[in-house]
């Protein structure tokens, strides 16, 4: 399978058969030095807007290389878009759980202070998280090899979620809630889904009943605990095969 690289500069005019385009900076520069890519090699290259071209490499430098395309494909934005509000947890379970719902489709990720979160972003570490998230981000989208790079928002806390209840269809993953996620039916308009994912010790009592009555759900995923890291992408799963993506 061909590698590929993101290069947001990407417009539909380079999508023509035999057109040849470049991309330059530290996508060029990781591409040659480190992937060590060559003239002759197959490579596929994205906007992370929809749109992938498919070419041959005809000339590669630390600085820049270019491709003669042969193909393009654009893949239109997913509806509804699914977004993973993940609480800041310990450890690197929260970049975990980032990475795995990158490769497995979701469409946007919110970072969450939540009361219990053990980990926390204040002042400068604000900045340098969310910046870690997105690096994460671009790089699952590489390797999962995705038309459309996620959106990192930026740290948000409980009265934010709740404002964002009242306009999207908003599941809290909450082991206590008496529906499952399964028997969740399929919505019938194109609002976003989010799915809520607490820290370590869950979303507290208060929180709960913040989202709750701004309109978010709680749903649980089974009889078991899944752990911080693991509960969005499994949850993201089940919505996939729910809403026909896979």
């Known amino acids: 399978m061909a590698n590929f690289y993101l290069a947001p500069e990407l417009r539909a005019e380079d999508a023509a058969s035999g057109a040849v385009v470049s991309v330059t900076g530290s996508e060029a520069r990781h591409a040659v030095t480190v992937s060590r890519i060559r003239a002759g090699e197959r490579l596929l290259i994205g906007n992370g807007a929809g749109l992938v071209l498919s ?3 005809v000339a590669a430098s630390p600085a820049e290389f270019t491709l ?4 393009a494909t654009e893949t239109p934005a997913p509806t509804p878009r699914i ?3 993940q609480a800041l947890a310990k450890g690197d379970r929260d970049e975990m759980a980032v990475q795995a719902a990158t490769e497995l489709g979701i469409d946007g990720v919110i970072p969450w202070a939540a009361s219990r979160s053990i980990s926390r972003w204040e002042g400068p570490k604000i900045a340098r998280g969310e910046e870690r998230w997105s690096s994460i981000v671009r790089e699952a989208t590489k390797q999962s090899i995705r038309p459309w790079l996620p959106t990192i928002g930026a740290l948000a806390g409980t009265r934010q979620l709740a404002v964002l209840a009242t306009t999207t269809r908003m599941l809290l993953l909450e082991p206590t809630a008496s529906v499952r996620l399964t028997a969740v ?3 019938n308009d194109d609002r976003d889904i989010v799915l809520v994912v607490g820290p370590e010790g ?3 009592p208060g929180e709960l009943s913040l989202l709750e009555q701004a309109g978010a759900t709680p ?5 078991t605990v899944l752990r ?3 509960a969005g992408p499994a949850a993201l799963a089940i919505l996939n095969a729910t809403l026909g993506r896979w």
Do not use: F, Q
């Open 83 to 85: 977004r993973l509000v």
């Open 68 to 71: 003669l395309v042969d193909s």
């Open 202 to 204: 869950g979303i507290s």
């Open 219 to 223: 749903v649980r995923l089974g009889d």
């Open 228 to 230: 911080t890291s693991t």
């Open 185 to 187: 039916a399929a919505p």
């Open 55 to 57: 070419g041959t490499v």
